[in-house]
Nanobody, 115 residues
């Protein structure tokens, strides 16, 4: 079982920045994958970025160059640094972990970007 808790969301103006955190209940080093997703009102949940089991990172084209995923293994925490935010980035942001073939989700944190 893996519990994930996101934090750091809020209201920001277009062009601004936010850093999201995802705290895990167990060592993130042991997880098969760890990543960020988001869901805007009326839309399906979409992939943002992740760490693969090999340690590489992947980004959605929509956020490449603006968002950066990072991790602190000692704190069992993953981060998403978001810059140059746009109104279309408004969504609930979720972290996800895959551990022994099971998928775990946090409760989400709201990010609202005003124009």
């Amino acid at each position: 079982q893996v519990q994930l808790v996101e934090s750091g969301g809020g209201l920001v103006q277009s062009g601004g920045s936010l850093r999201l955190s995802c705290a895990a209940s167990k060592s993130i080093f042991s997880l098969y994958s760890l990543g960020w997703y988001r869901q805007a009102p009326g839309k399906q949940r979409e992939f943002i970025a992740d760490f693969t089991s090999g340690g590489s990172t992947n980004y959605a084209n929509s956020v490449k160059g603006r968002f950066t995923i990072s991790r602190d293994n000692a704190k069992n925490t993953m981060y998403l640094q978001m810059s140059s935010l746009k109104p279309e980035d408004t969504a609930v942001y979720y972290c996800n972990a895959i551990h022994f073939a099971r998928s775990y989700w946090g409760q989400g944190t709201q990010v609202t970007v005003s124009s």
